[in-house]
């Protein structure tokens, strides 16, 4: 089993509010991941479209996952925090929704920063897309990372 892998399994005990929402994590890289959402009664809005809470929380839960991969040979060592987020709702969002996250910035230059000032903030980006490949939601997530003392 790989560090990702590991982070990966975890994520969801960690952070039991994506498994409430329906959310899950497909894949877990260096600084990338992606996340499912499946739409339900309870992801569902007054118009039948996907919510924009369960939008948010499945770019969100990409969001961590691609920091947690960033950080994979510190991450029980920092204490990461979101923060700040924005979305930008594209296109009416209906059926299971794909989120692709990655991070601004290579892990080696964010591990250097931490190890040299032990903290560092960088920007996550997130795609959300529909079945049709059509993006639906653009988001970026800003985490701050410090070390634990």
């Known amino acids: 089993m790989t560090p990702f892998d590991m ?30 959402l499946d739409q339900s009664t309870d992801t569902s809005n007054h118009i039948q479209t996907q919510h924009a809470g369960a939008m948010f929380t499945l770019g969100e839960a990409a969001s961590g996952a691609a920091m947690a991969g960033a950080m994979a040979p510190v ?10 987020a924005r ?24 591990l250097a920063e931490l190890n040299s000032i032990g903290k560092v903030a960088f920007e996550v980006t997130i795609d959300i897309r529909d079945a049709d490949q059509d993006t639906v939601a653009e988001m970026a997530v800003t985490w701050h990372l410090s070390q634990r003392s």
């Open 75 to 84: 991450i029980l060592t920092v204490r990461p925090v979101a923060k700040d």
């Open 87 to 110: 979305i930008a709702y594209v296109k009416i969002a209906k059926g299971t929704l794909t989120a692709h996250a990655k991070t601004s910035t290579p892990s080696a230059d964010l």
């Open 7 to 36: 982070i990966k399994a975890q994520l969801g005990t960690i952070v039991p509010f994506q498994n409430h929402v329906g959310v899950r994590l497909l894949e877990l890289g260096d600084g990338v991941a992606s996340a499912e």
